[in-house]
Structures are given as C-alpha cells and as structure tokens.
C-alpha cells in the first residue's frame, strides 16, 4: 500500500487544467496561508478524536481521512486504533491487513507485524508487497540472512516465469548486503527467463552504475529499449532510469554495443 505521502505527490497529475491558473495564483500565496490550512487540518483531526473517544460513529469518509492525517503526522499508534474498526469484520482486505502490520512495525510492535504479515502470507502465498514488507522487518531485526535463505527458497520452489518480482526482490536483498556478484549474475538469469521484461536490464543498470561501469550500463539501457511488452509497448521506467542516471544511451540511434559487451553486461561482469 502506497504511503499517504507517495499518495500526495500523485496528486498533482489529477489537477485538470481549468484549475491550473488557480493553482499558480496559489503557490505565489503567503506562506500563512498554508499554516492556517496546517491549522485547520489538525483542528479537524483533534474533533474526529473527540467524536471517537465519545464512542460517536465516524463515517467511513470521516475515518479515512482521520486515518490519513494520522499517519502524515506520525500519530501511528492513535492511526491503528483508527484502522481497527476495518478490520473487525469476517473478511478484511488484504491492503487494510497489510497496512496494519506496516503500523504495528513502526509502533515498535515487531513481533506483532510478523504474526499479522505470516497470516497474510497463509492467505496470500509469495504476495510481493507482503513479502517486501517481511524483508523489511527482518532487515530491522539484524536478520538480514535469515531472510535471505528464506527468500531464496521461495525463488527456487516456483518456476521461471513466474518468479520475476521475487527474484527482483531477491536480487535487490543481496546487493544490499554486498553481495553484488550473485545479484549481477540474478539480474542476469531474470533477464534470460523474461525475454519481454525490461526491469532486470534496468535493476543491472543500476547496478553497474554503482560500480562506475558507464559502458555496461549504456549497452544495458539499450538492450532494455528493445524489449516490449505484451501490447508492444516500451517500458516507461527505462527512461526514468536513464533520466536518473543523467544518460541519454536509452534514446541513442548511435553505435550498437558490441555482442562482447552485451554478453559481459549480461554475464555478471564486475569490474569498476
């Protein structure tokens, strides 16, 4: 589940343009102005407490938005007392669960998140976003190889195809902890067993960028840009890859890479 805050900052692409000359009037507005909706909001929130507290029932408009500024203000343990109402019903979405965990995790409740994310993970077996929440916890416990082998094992029980997020995931928990040969050769294998998918020719890139390994990330980047995906359609990350990397090899019509330099790039080669 997004956080609020990513939530936020999508919200600027919702604007329509009617209201684009009301929105530049307002970003030139004194900066009171914003303190005084800062007010008002954590105003509201104070009486949507209140109503709580007096055991008055919030509507779910009222709840969400109570649980949202919440969250922005990191008031987390008032947050999940919120949340609880939505999940005391027969069946509760798997979002709602998953965020639960994420705030018993940041309200220093780890071993309640793991309880809550292994029930999720009963119901919901390899769910990426339960997983890379898992991670998470076990990278804050110091169980970095615990979980490691754990993904590891879950990799290797599902077969080439369907495997790719996790492996992704996988791929990214190794490099993390310095393992950048065995990720590279990872990225590798997802690359091989996803001949349409973009994303490990990316996550190499990125990879070999780290390493300062400018020519393999260019021939990466254009590998990345000859792949399509079902509709024939390009990957819209490989420009925001580029874009990050100040490169402009994903858009280059220049000199192809050699078949040496592609298969090196492929092929886990680690020099700096």
Known sequence: MPSP??????LASMVGAALVGWVAAASMAPE???RSSRQAEDLQV??????LQNQEVLSEAERGLLLERLVTLERLQEAEVVLQPWLSGR???RELSLFKADLQRRNGQPEAARRSLQHLLRLHPNDLQVLQLLVLLDQEQGRQRQVTAELTARFKGLEPGQRLEIGLLLADLLRQSGSDQTASRLYGQLATENKTDARPLLALALLRQEQGNSEAVQTLLKQARERRDADGRLNPLIDVVAAQLGLSAARSTGS???PSSAKASLEGSDRP
């Open 5 to 10: 805050r990513r939530i936020l900052l999508m």
């Open 46 to 51: 104070e009486l949507l407490m209140q109503q």
């Open 32 to 34: 009171t102005r914003a």
């Open 91 to 93: 069946s509760t979405p």
């Open 256 to 258: 192809e890479p050699s």
